[in-house]
């Protein structure tokens, strides 16, 4: 199964870039990012902005390419949604906000505002 995790390592890698440049990057250690890149830490959606941004995608981009990738993996059709003209993927994501005054920053951060 295709995780956000592993499709990180796997763009990490493309770019030829060491865990241990994103770690100095995000001021952590590369043990603490290779538990991300491995699924073992949870990361948070700001973590997950500093990230995109280093690996050069929008965080919508890697929550999306995780989404196609794993439907694809499946083999299953592309889903056509509306009119018929428009195929893509319907795409859920649940955030829980302990302070509603965030969502804009949130919906910025995901690349939707």
Do not use: C
């Not at 073992?40 to 050069?56: G, M, W, Y």
């Not at 993996?73 to 509603?100: A, H, M, W």
Request: charged share 25%.
């Amino acid at each position: 199964m295709i995780t956000t995790a592993s499709l990180i390592r796997s763009i990490r890698v493309s770019k030829g870039l060491s865990q241990e440049y994103i770690a100095n990057e995000l001021g952590i250690k590369q043990a603490a990012y290779s538990n991300i890149e491995s699924g073992k830490a949870d990361i948070t959606l700001n973590r997950l902005h500093d990230v995109a941004q280093l690996l050069e995608v929008s965080v919508f981009d890697l929550i999306i390419e995780n989404n196609n990738k794993q439907e694809n993996q499946l083999g299953e059709p592309k889903p056509n949604y509306g009119n018929g003209k428009n195929n893509g993927y319907e795409v859920s994501i649940t955030i829980k906000l302990n302070d509603p005054g965030k969502e804009k920053e949130v919906l910025k951060l995901i690349g939707l505002k």
